[in-house]
């Protein structure tokens, strides 16, 4: 069996649980002062890695669209290697390279076989895309078509114009305000100089964090962070983003021909450790966060058959991250079902949940739990949380505790504290009520 097919049959079986008990995090920092995050996990000899910077879309600047393009396009060319070389060198090691951002982080993951010839060189050509990306001109006009392609194409659907107008609505002139993607003119106004100044400036020691789950051992974990890193510039510390803005109510209508209206609707109003995630994560549950049970679902889609689905979030970030609620219904039903949405969060904000409605959340909560924390891939992701938010080293072993603690009073504070739905921001994306003609 080849190399590659044999990572790929392992990959089939690193999805199946791996970890029997909540996973013992070991923490320390290399010798460049960067943190690293290790699960050892022996059962299947794989390695997940992540290495986290702080290059999200939020440190854009004046670039929309630069943290997005740039983390792209680190394995399109780098130490003189075209893209196609590095693809190959990955697959003849059987390594699995991929990248995600959102508006607070730019991640770089790579699954590789714990095996040291293999892992050597797969780590190898990571450091290479770390630390040595070219931005070739080419792969850049490329990246950049396909881009503004996606762009277009988010236009044509209704969820992504009310998502992007939500946040412009929520955050105003804060950098979480402007689309992950940047918007057709940032796009276009980019250059290869611009890809290269933010990844100078971002994808330094300073601003990285390491996550490492797989079968090996601590010491071999210390090298290879230490290699990680080592040919990153030193750097310095990022500015803390700014503040978001008090909440404003504001409400826009979007013109869009579709037979369903979106609607969301929500504020600014949690962080990654604000001391009332958990009372407003569980109280959410019961409100819109829990599926086919929830307080809005029953509502909303049950009783009064206005929406197919119906839900409520809240979203963490490193400033305050977001509050929100959402359907989709017919446009000859939209006012009445924003009408009905904005009541329930209202009566929920000022009565919270039952007795048995909380008590049926932590069981739902608590009972799935180990199921979020059963493959290795899972773990490395919540290391990789912990590590950029800098949560604490228990944080999932105390994590059920902490929804057990949870009471009714709990909740109904926080959500009285935190949210106001006089303050929310509305958006609804659709037809206008006397325009019926069909799609």
Same mark, same amino acid.
């Given at each position: ?55 999200? @879309? ?14 792209? !396009? ?5 130490? $003189? ?15 699995? &390279? ?21 892992? /050597?060189?797969?780590?190898? !050509? ?7 990306? =070219? ?36 955050? $105003? =002139?804060?950098? &979480? ?65 700014? =503040? ?9 209508? *979007? ?7 979106? *609607? ?27 599926? !086919? ?13 206005? @929406? ?20 989709? /219904? @017919? ?22 949940? /039952? ?22 891939? @899972? ?48 958006? !609804? ?9 069909? =799609?």
């Amino acid at each position: 069996m080849s190399t590659k097919h044999y990572l790929l049959t392992l990959v089939l079986l690193v999805t199946a649980p791996v970890l029997k008990a909540t996973p013992d995090i070991q923490h320390w920092q290399t010798e460049h002062g960067v943190d690293v995050y290790f699960v050892a996990a022996d059962e299947i000899p794989i390695v997940d890695i992540h290495v986290v910077f702080d290059a999200g @879309s939020a440190r854009d600047g004046d670039h929309a669209g630069v943290a997005g393009m740039a983390l792209g !396009m680190l394995a399109d060319g780098a130490d $003189g290697m075209s893209a196609n070389a590095i693809s190959q060198a990955f697959e003849s090691v059987g390594a699995e &390279y991929g990248t995600s951002l959102d508006r607070d982080m730019a991640s770089v993951k790579l699954r590789t076989l714990a095996e040291e010839e293999a892992r /050597t060189a797969a780590v190898d !050509m990571l450091i290479k895309v770390l630390s040595e990306p =070219d931005f070739p001109q080419s792969d850049f006009e490329r990246e950049q078509q396909r881009s503004l392609v996606g762009l277009q194409a988010k236009k044509q659907k209704p969820g992504s114009v009310a998502s992007d107008a939500f946040y412009a609505a929520l955050y $105003g =002139d804060h950098p &979480y305000a402007h689309p992950t993607s940047g918007t057709e003119d940032s796009i276009k106004a980019l250059t290869p100089a611009d890809l290269r100044a933010f990844h100078e400036k971002h994808y330094t020691a300073s601003n990285a964090t390491i996550a490492v789950v797989g079968a090996l051992t601590r010491d071999e974990v210390e090298d290879l962070a230490n290699r990680l890193v080592a040919r990153l510039p030193a750097g310095e510390s990022l500015p803390a983003l700014a =503040d978001v803005p008090a909440a404003t109510s504001s409400e826009e209508r *979007i013109e869009f021909p579709s037979s369903q209206t979106h *609607i969301l609707i929500g504020t600014p109003v949690v962080e990654r450790k604000d001391p009332d995630y958990f009372p407003l994560y569980v109280g959410n549950h019961v409100l819109g966060g829990g599926g !086919m049970v929830t307080r809005l679902f029953n509502s909303i889609r049950e009783e009064r058959g206005l @929406s197919y689905s119906v839900y409520s979030y809240f979203y963490p970030l490193a400033k305050s991250g977001p509050f929100v609620a959402g359907l989709q /219904t @017919s446009t000859a039903q939209a006012d009445a079902a924003l009408e009905v949405l904005r009541n329930e969060i209202r009566d929920y904000i000022e009565n919270g949940p /039952t007795a048995d409605e909380l008590e049926a959340s932590k069981q739902n909560i608590t009972g799935g739990f180990p199921l979020r924390i059963d493959s290795n891939s @899972s773990i490395v992701s919540y290391l990789a949380v912990i590590g950029f938010y800098d949560l604490p080293l228990d944080y999932l072993d105390k994590f059920n505790d902490r929804v057990e603690a949870v009471t009714r009073e709990d909740i109904v504070d926080a959500f009285q504290r935190r949210l106001d739905v006089a303050e929310f921001d509305t958006i !609804m994306v659709g037809r206008q009520p006397d325009d019926n003609a069909d =799609d």
